[in-house]
């Protein structure tokens, strides 16, 4: 009962990973009691466990998870909320308000509008139809100020780190705010427009570098050093 | 010109190669920034860039399905791709084309996990010297999974041909036209499916069956090519990291 690739090997689609009793995550299948890969990706081999972890992909919305959308519709009795993923969001006006009220259209392009971005949760998406957001729990809601970025959806793991490791060094080595949404779309807020420069920078660097090993520690010296010479 | 023989003396082809061989070949990967996957391949004097973009929201939405995704492609070809000027108007041929490897793709795709979108593959044709739709195939399914597709395979595909009574792999323009048979073959490589397969001309079942041989040969030559594209732009940037430090 072989593994037949090695760790942090990178495996494009129908590449065989292992035969026999394996506990095996990620994107793969299964044909004739054997493990294929299907997308590319990076394999990880701990013990019995394989994980095959997308490099590219298009976000598909998962209840629970915090994105940002773009507002690109308003209807009778809700939004239409682009979020970077085939499937668009909508936004009831329920899971705006917490008390019932009687609004007509007019009002409802007052509180939220064609263009705004807000910072929104998944509660609800089932394949058949689309996703449904709310804004009414904390942190979340329209976007005011900030710059927004858009990477990889399947890089975000890396940017947040393990247990959110990654992105509280960042917050913490440049004193700012970030906004990560699971579908790949981050906000960096602060003044300082250098410290916001450096943040997009990094940002595109673990993107560009997230299956390289060693990330943590080449984006702890990439800041510093940009700190460093100002 | 015409040449008055296409296999010489030595049993050798218009262009040098014995039957067996495929032309070289390259492939290139991510090569537009705009499209969500994109592969350039060149097989000879043939030229093809793929773009695939999805899986995205359908539009028009009755194309949509509701238990699976759905594959659009579009096969053209560059007006100066061929030597007499090509009507940039999609003939009769390229709508065809694009079904054929329409249908030689799906069959790799999980399609069912992206019920309601659509996957847009585009095969632009650059250069045309026999075997288009062979290259397109093996380009679109590198592109498709630069994209990000889970696919169960790649699909790589190449013809065999029949040239002065002789069974030959991959035919080139002059071969194409003047030959005697055509039969183009795409496959699965590691499950080994065969998800194209298209002839004209006549085969004997013994020429079929070795014909299929030969190709298989050059599609597994094939596949190592796409797998090696695929890895490559990950590889040289963990080269470029550890090189910088």
Not at chain 1, 32 to 57: A, D, T
Not at chain 2, 32 to 39: E, F, I, V
Not at chain 2, 112 to 120: S, W
Request: hydrophobic share 40%; aromatic share 6%; glycine share 8%.
């Amino acid at each position: 009962m072989p593994v037949y690739v090695s760790n942090r090997q990178i495996v494009v689609p129908g590449e065989l990973l292992a035969e026999g009793n394996y506990n095996v995550n990620g994107g793969f299948y299964t044909y004739q009691r054997k493990y294929f890969s299907k997308i590319l990706g990076l394999v990880e081999v701990e013990g019995n466990n394989i994980r095959v972890i997308p490099l590219k992909g298009k976000y598909i919305p998962s209840v629970g998870d915090v994105v940002i959308g773009k507002v690109v519709d308003v209807g009778m009795t809700n939004w239409t909320v682009d979020i970077n993923s085939p499937y668009v969001g909508i936004l009831q006006v329920t899971e705006v308000f917490s008390k019932p009220t009687s609004i007509s259209r007019s009002s409802l392009s007052e509180i939220l509008n064609v263009g705004d971005l807000i910072v929104t949760k998944v509660i609800a998406f089932d394949y058949s139809r689309d996703p449904l957001l709310t804004i009414k729990e904390a942190k979340l809601g329209k976007v005011t100020k900030g710059t927004l970025i858009e990477i990889t959806p399947t890089r975000v793991p890396r940017v947040i780190g393990k247990k959110g490791s990654m992105i509280k060094m960042l917050k913490e080595l440049l004193q700012i705010d970030i906004i990560v949404g699971k579908n790949g779309r981050i906000l960096i807020i602060t003044d300082d427009p250098e410290k916001e420069t450096l943040a997009i920078l990094t940002i595109k660097k673990i993107e560009r570098e997230a299956h390289v090993s060693g990330l943590t520690d080449r984006v702890r010296n990439f800041v510093l050093s940009r700190l460093k010479g100002g | 010109m015409i040449p008055s023989k296409l296999i010489d003396e030595k049993g050798l082809r218009v262009d040098g190669r014995k039957p067996e061989d495929m032309r070289s070949y390259k492939i290139e990967v991510g090569i537009l920034k705009n499209a969500d996957g994109s592969a350039y391949i060149e097989l000879g004097n043939t030229k093809v860039i793929v773009a695939v973009y999805g899986p995205r929201e359908a539009h028009p939405k009755h194309i949509a399905l509701p238990d699976r995704g759905v594959v659009r492609c579009r096969y053209s070809m560059a007006s100066f791709s061929v030597a007499e000027r090509k009507s940039p108007s999609p003939s009769r041929r390229e709508i065809e084309l694009s079904k054929v490897i329409r249908e030689a793709l799906e069959p790799a795709i999980f399609l069912e996990e992206f019920p309601r979108t659509v996957i847009d593959v585009y095969a632009e044709v650059l250069e045309a010297d026999g075997g288009t739709r062979t290259a397109s195939i093996t380009a679109a399914s590198v592109a498709l999974a630069d994209a990000g597709i889970p696919l169960r395979d790649l699909v790589a595909a190449i013809a065999v041909g029949k040239v002065e009574n002789t069974l030959v792999v991959d035919l080139n323009g002059i071969e194409d036209q003047y030959g005697e048979g055509d039969m183009p073959v795409a496959m699965m490589p590691k499950l080994g499916y065969i998800t194209l397969l298209q002839a004209d001309g006549s085969f004997t079942p013994e020429e079929f069956e070795r014909g299929l041989a030969m190709a298989r040969q050059a599609i597994y030559r094939l596949y190592e090519g796409q797998k090696k594209a695929l890895r490559r732009k990950y590889l040289e940037i963990a080269k470029e990291v550890s090189e910088g430090g």
